[in-house]
């Protein structure tokens, strides 16, 4: 009988740790996510308005001047 309430507590044990561990790394989550998604989309504005520049420039057209 105290063999069966010992793995009962375990239970109760990994089910606490589990529980904690996984709001520590949701909380992680939503602060790091929106982090690298902003870094990101900002690269990618860069880099897509280098290349409209270049593709201006190209066609003769000078952003500078717009």
Same mark, same amino acid.
Do not use: F, H, W
């Given at each position: 009988?105290?063999? %069966? /309430? +010992?793995?009962? *507590?375990?239970? $109760? =044990?990994?089910? $606490? =740790?589990?529980?904690?561990?996984?709001? =520590? =790394?949701?909380? $992680? !989550? %939503?602060?790091?996510?929106? *982090?690298?998604m902003s870094q990101m989309m900002s690269g990618?504005? +860069? *880099?897509?308005? !280098?290349q409209m520049g270049a593709q201006m420039k #190209?066609?003769?057209? /000078?952003?500078? #001047?717009?």
């Amino acid at each position: 009988m105290d063999n %069966t /309430d +010992s793995g009962y *507590k375990r239970y $109760v =044990l990994a089910a $606490v =740790l589990g529980a904690i561990g996984g709001g =520590l =790394l949701v909380a $992680v !989550a %939503t602060r790091a996510i929106p *982090k690298m998604m902003s870094q990101m989309m900002s690269g990618q504005m +860069s *880099k897509m308005m !280098a290349q409209m520049g270049a593709q201006m420039k #190209e066609g003769g057209c /000078d952003p500078a #001047e717009m």
